[in-house]
């Protein structure tokens, strides 16, 4: 039970794109096409972002979409606005849970 | 509208126990499995356990098996988890979440409560 692997910061100026990674192993994410995403505000609940990889809730703006190549989950915000500037994480599922090791981006 | 609202955080000296519980509600309580999450302060999220719809799954991560226990009720729309020996690491905020039986996400969380262990 690893936590996944994504990068500590990533960041842009408004309007730009940006992607988080997250990478697994072939024993997790590579194996199910059961990433999540979740965004958290500081001091909030996190947010479902992104389901079953590239899936997107009800109520989630298409900005955000999600992607996935071998044991690697990708994060994609296009269009970046102040208000994305959050932490992001990945989960997968694989019998159990696993969440990456968290992402801050920053709206510069 | 769905609502997920945990109680019983508190300071707790290591060793000790806590029992903390989620109320759900807004939706059909026993059609979902629900699942502890806790976040250390300034750390990232952690899954620590999940329950079936029915109660009859259970699963731990190795962090805690052993010394935690989920359980629920779904009568009373509820979700709890018994912990004991309790450790300096195990001071975070606790949230509950639920999920899908073949939808593999966490759809609605509560607001989270905070334990500290601490002597």
């Known amino acids: 039970q690893s936590a996944l692997t994504q990068p500590a910061s990533v960041s842009g100026s408004p309007g730009q794109s940006i992607t988080i990674s997250c990478t697994g192993t072939?024993?997790?994410?590579?194996?199910?096409?059961?990433v999540s995403w979740y965004q958290q505000h500081p001091g909030k609940a996190p947010k479902l972002m992104i389901y079953e990889g590239s899936e997107r809730p009800s109520g989630v703006s298409n900005r955000f979409s999600g992607s996935k190549s071998g044991n690697t989950a990708s994060l994609t915000i296009s269009g970046l606005q102040a208000e994305d500037e959050a932490d992001y994480y990945c989960?997968?599922?694989?019998?159990?849970?696993?969440f990456g090791t968290g992402t801050k981006v920053t709206v510069l | 509208q769905v609502q997920l609202v945990e109680s019983g955080g508190g300071l707790v000296k290591p060793g000790g126990s806590l029992r903390l519980s989620c109320a759900g509600s807004?939706?059909?309580?026993?059609?979902?499995?629900m699942s502890w999450i806790r976040q250390a302060p300034g750390k990232g999220l952690e899954w620590v356990s999940y329950?079936?719809?029915?109660?009859?799954?259970?699963y731990y991560a190795d962090s805690v098996k052993g010394r935690f226990t989920i359980s629920r009720d779904n009568a009373k729309n509820s979700l709890h988890l018994q912990m004991s020996s309790l450790r300096a690491e195990d001071t975070a905020v606790y949230y509950c979440a639920r999920w899908s039986s073949g939808y593999y996400q966490f759809d609605y969380w509560g607001q989270g409560t905070l334990v500290t262990v601490s002597s």
């Open positions: 807004g939706f059909t309580f026993s059609d979902y499995y």
């Open positions: 329950i079936s719809s029915s109660g009859t799954t259970i």
């Open positions: 072939s024993s997790d994410v590579g194996s199910y096409n059961l």
């Open positions: 989960c997968s599922y694989a019998g159990v849970y696993v």
